[in-house]
């Protein structure tokens, strides 16, 4: 009689290799004459659409962007995951209003789930 050696068994199994979004965590830094900047969903499309057509052309103009969440002076942002790359050094290296307001990229990845767990440490060490 044979024993069955085996213990477990696997249902279903399935691995992502390529997620078709990445996701971009961005800080409006402002010059502190404009520290009272209020930022909405409008004033984030505007400023991210500035730096994308400065550093990319119609190109980067042309990148799908869409915004999840604006809170304070941050904000979440999805993008094609091919267009990631391209995405942070435009914002990354964008200044407007002459000068006084510019981007700081804070977590970016292919996975929203391990970059918003992770968005709460600095405040740990931090506060």
Excluded: M
Aim: with cysteine; aromatic share 8%.
């Amino acid at each position: 009689k044979k024993q069955n050696t085996q213990k477990g068994y696997e249902i279903i199994s399935k691995t992502l290799k390529t997620p078709p979004f990445s996701y971009a965590c961005l800080e409006l830094v402002t010059d502190p004459s404009a520290d009272d900047t209020v930022l909405d969903e409008i004033t984030v499309r505007s400023h991210v659409i500035s730096a994308l057509t400065q550093f990319l052309g119609l190109t980067g103009a042309a990148i799908s962007i869409d915004i999840l969440k604006v809170e304070g002076k941050e904000t979440w942002i999805r993008v094609p995951r091919e267009d990631l790359s391209p995405f942070l050094a435009a914002v990354g290296g964008w200044v407007g209003g002459d000068g006084t307001v510019g981007w700081k990229v804070k977590a970016n990845g292919n996975w929203l789930s391990s970059l918003v767990g992770n968005s709460g440490l600095e405040k740990i060490w931090n506060d």
